[in-house]
């Protein structure tokens, strides 16, 4: 493995990529509050498989840059140029909740072709309560001093970025409505973000949604690493 960084302008982000270049690439994106050392066992799964995984920490957190302000299209346009510089095709995105929805904006609006997308408890049209309510337990877990956040810049998770994520809701409904590529969904059985209208609304969505669940609570990633390998690496077999 290696520790990569990636400039998008004169932001840094810091990348591990294992696996040789020029064959397919499976691309990490985190959710919210983590960063990219939370995908390290599951990225080992997949590179016994013959697969190059790229594992980014996103703008405001772990070890890449930090912003004065943080909106969505930033964070859009960082995937871009990491996808850019780190991945060959075909490229398969796997996202966990804000992660997810870059995912789904960086594939359905054909940003990155993506041959398949994997997303980790996270709907195509949430309920924007539930979302603030995630947000709301990270910024009381930070504001406890809860060491996993210690690496989360503040701004990022008290400031505008979820109000800006959740503006255009539609958003999120048209790219997905434009994959025409597998995507997997694995959902979190003790999470309340995607229930069984957000599920059917997915389906709705995406008719060639498989969906899955997990015994993990909203970030599936950490607490179910094994579930989340073995189901990927079939997922990937597939394609």
Same mark, same amino acid.
């Given at each position: 493995m290696s520790r990569v960084t990636v400039f998008n302008a004169d932001m840094a982000l810091a990348a591990d990529v294992q696996g040789p270049s020029g064959v397919g690439t499976v691309l990490f994106l985190h959710a919210g509050g983590e960063n990219r050392l939370v995908w390290q066992p599951i990225a080992d799964a997949v590179c016994s498989q013959g697969w190059r995984t790229v594992a980014v920490d996103l703008r405001g957190h772990g070890d890449s840059g930090r912003a004065p302000t943080y909106r969505l299209d930033d964070f859009v346009a960082d995937v871009v140029k990491v996808r850019d510089e780190l991945c060959a095709q075909p490229l398969v995105i796997v996202g966990g909740s804000m992660g997810a929805v870059l995912g789904l904006i960086v594939a359905g609006e054909g940003h990155a072709p993506a041959a398949g997308l994997v997303l980790l408890d996270t709907p195509t049209r949430?309920?924007? !309560?539930?979302?603030?309510?995630?947000?709301?337990?990270l910024v009381a877990a930070q504001s406890r001093g809860a060491a996993a956040l210690a690496q989360v810049d503040p701004v990022m998770l008290q400031g505008a970025f979820v109000e800006d994520?959740? !503006?255009?809701?539609?958003r999120w409904r048209g790219a997905a409505r434009r994959l025409r590529v597998p995507v997997m969904l694995i959902a979190g059985q003790r999470s309340a973000v995607v229930g069984a209208r957000e599920l059917a609304a997915m389906k709705e969505d995406l008719p060639q949604l498989e969906a899955i669940s997990v015994p993990a609570g909203h970030l599936v990633a950490r607490d179910c690493p094994r579930d989340v390998a073995a189901h990927l690496t079939r997922f990937l077999a597939k394609l």
């Amino acid at each position: 493995m290696s520790r990569v960084t990636v400039f998008n302008a004169d932001m840094a982000l810091a990348a591990d990529v294992q696996g040789p270049s020029g064959v397919g690439t499976v691309l990490f994106l985190h959710a919210g509050g983590e960063n990219r050392l939370v995908w390290q066992p599951i990225a080992d799964a997949v590179c016994s498989q013959g697969w190059r995984t790229v594992a980014v920490d996103l703008r405001g957190h772990g070890d890449s840059g930090r912003a004065p302000t943080y909106r969505l299209d930033d964070f859009v346009a960082d995937v871009v140029k990491v996808r850019d510089e780190l991945c060959a095709q075909p490229l398969v995105i796997v996202g966990g909740s804000m992660g997810a929805v870059l995912g789904l904006i960086v594939a359905g609006e054909g940003h990155a072709p993506a041959a398949g997308l994997v997303l980790l408890d996270t709907p195509t049209r949430p309920q924007p !309560a539930i979302a603030r309510g995630e947000r709301n337990k990270l910024v009381a877990a930070q504001s406890r001093g809860a060491a996993a956040l210690a690496q989360v810049d503040p701004v990022m998770l008290q400031g505008a970025f979820v109000e800006d994520v959740l !503006a255009d809701l539609d958003r999120w409904r048209g790219a997905a409505r434009r994959l025409r590529v597998p995507v997997m969904l694995i959902a979190g059985q003790r999470s309340a973000v995607v229930g069984a209208r957000e599920l059917a609304a997915m389906k709705e969505d995406l008719p060639q949604l498989e969906a899955i669940s997990v015994p993990a609570g909203h970030l599936v990633a950490r607490d179910c690493p094994r579930d989340v390998a073995a189901h990927l690496t079939r997922f990937l077999a597939k394609l």
